[in-house]
């Protein structure tokens, strides 16, 4: 079935009604359908990345990747209706660095899981600041290693101190964003969808 589909993508592609569906959201109000989440697959079947419906159907229709499953949800354009994928999978195989997520607050606080590494308090992000760890007045550095998340009152108290001096515990050793934080977040986004499960969850 996923063959078939992408033979008729193909013939979309030629018949260039691909900007129509890019350019136009669906008249049958369907347009949040382009934002779901889909699971991208490497050709091994190694999830990889998250990407919105809307880059999926161009990577398809492109073929670059090719449909494994379908959200159910149809795109309807001016002579095509297009099944939404909920997973896709690359057609060529691609090397995946796994270390090069930018050092950025945001991604500290994804790593951290918006969690005070000190008194395990979830916060909204704005409630949450970066902590250096051995502090950068004595010698630290702005680092995975030495960055993590931190409520204001924690971040007041540790002051410059290391956390043992503060008497404060870290709740685990920060490490960089790796493999292991990337399928966790795949997971977290992916939980609602059960076409997801069998190829996060094993
Ligand atoms: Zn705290």
Redesign the pocket.
Known sequence: MSAKWNNSAAAATRTSIIPAVIVEPPAEGNGHALHAPVLVLNTSYEPINVCAARRAIVLVLKGVAMTEEENGHFLHAARLAIRVPSVIRLLEYRRIPHQTRALSRKNILLRDRNT??????LLPSGELTLDHVIPRSRGGASTWENLVA??H???RRKGNHFPMEAGMKLMREPRAFNLHTSRHIMRLIGRSDDKWRKYLFY
Do not use: D, H, K, V
């Not at 005070?116 to 308090?121: G, P, R």
């Open positions: 005070c590494q000190y008194c395990c308090e931190c409520c009152p924690c971040n």
